[in-house]
């Protein structure tokens, strides 16, 4: 388990930093951040729907974005005011 902010700052250190099987657990607050996703068989998981709040301010793209991984689960956290998607996968499988 790797976890947010506790052992990474951002949501996308604890992503660069996960392997296949990890679980990335995002403790409550508000992240202002684009996350992109390339490895396999991670689960990116906010303690809390209504707490952990990615927040895009009308000016990111995407809040997490799957490139090509696949068996990526995000689960139990809101996306909120990005300018594309809050979760967008792309060539991704499972």
Do not use: K
Request: glycine residues 12%.
């Amino acid at each position: 388990m790797l976890s947010v902010p506790a052992e990474f700052d951002t949501i996308q250190a604890a992503v660069d930093a996960a392997s296949y099987g990890d679980l990335v657990l995002i403790a409550p607050g508000v992240y202002n951040e684009s996350v992109d996703v390339e490895t396999d068989g991670i689960t990116i998981r906010g303690e809390s729907r209504n707490e952990v709040v990615l927040d895009g301010g009308m000016e990111l793209d995407n809040g997490i974005r799957v490139l090509g991984a696949s068996n990526v689960a995000v689960e139990n956290l809101t996306g909120m005011n990005y300018t594309n998607n809050a979760v967008f996968w792309i060539g991704s499988t499972g």
